[in-house]
């Protein structure tokens, strides 16, 4: 079955104690991509790769690191976790000639900073 | 500075009516407008997209109608079901690029 997955789906954390949220694709897609998603605020672009090694900033990318090291698996961290990056947050992937658009979404992971 | 202006927030219907939802973008540049639907507790599926070269896309109940000139495009619902009822967002992206933008989302309640 083609999916995404991420890792765990939820997580309490405190601050300051750096964290890794995983996501993980079966489908050999280039492109992969982070949002984060908040009331009222739709879903915001953290960080996208276009394909292994290569990876750039979207539109909120302060307080949080990828890399893209291998094509199925693209971690989110989180160096130094603070309250307001309390979210739920979803992983992306598609083809890379497969429209400009994310076909698939993980389940999420709902983060809770304390 | 939002780029994708998505309304009405929140939209009930009743049970075979219409759900139109509206989105408007700013940056030109812009060339491919998705729009997803999630539930809650799920991520967001893709439902339908289109181009900026087609004015409409009909998939089933769903279509899009894209006014370039106006750099608006919306999402028309047709005989709206109450499986229906979820949260929308619409999307903008630039052809070979990364980035791509979302609206804030309309949640949609079809009412049996």
């Known amino acids: 079955e083609a999916q995404v997955t991420q890792n765990p789906r939820y997580l309490i954390t405190v601050t300051g104690k750096k964290l890794t949220v995983t996501c993980s694709q079966n489908m050999n897609h280039e492109y992969m991509s982070w949002y984060r998603q908040d009331p009222g605020l739709g879903l915001r672009q953290i960080y996208y790769s276009m394909n292994v090694e290569v990876t750039d900033k979207g539109d909120v990318p302060e307080g949080y690191k990828v890399s893209r090291k291998e094509k199925r698996n693209f971690p989110l961290i989180l160096e130094s976790p603070s309250p307001n990056q309390t979210s739920l947050y979803f992983c992306a992937s598609r083809r890379q000639g497969g429209g400009n658009t994310e076909a698939f979404f993980g389940q999420g992971t709902r983060l809770t900073v304390v | 500075q939002q780029q994708v202006k998505q309304s009405p927030q929140s939209l009930i219907v009743q049970k075979g009516g219409i759900s139109i939802i509206n989105c408007a973008y700013e940056?030109?540049?812009?060339?491919?407008f998705p729009w997803y639907q999630q539930f809650p507790g799920k991520g967001p599926a893709l439902l339908i997209a289109?181009?900026?070269?087609?004015s409409e896309k009909k998939e089933g109940r769903f279509t899009i109608s894209f006014n370039k000139s106006a750099k608006q495009f919306s999402l028309h619902i047709m005989d709206s079901q109450p499986g229906d009822s979820a949260t929308y967002f619409c999307?903008?992206?630039?052809?070979?690029?990364?980035?791509?933008?979302f609206g804030d989302g309309t949640t949609l309640t079809v009412k049996p």
């Open positions: 999307a903008a992206s630039m052809a070979n690029a990364g980035k791509s933008t």
């Open positions: 940056n030109t540049a812009f060339d491919y």
């Open positions: 289109i181009r900026p070269d087609v």
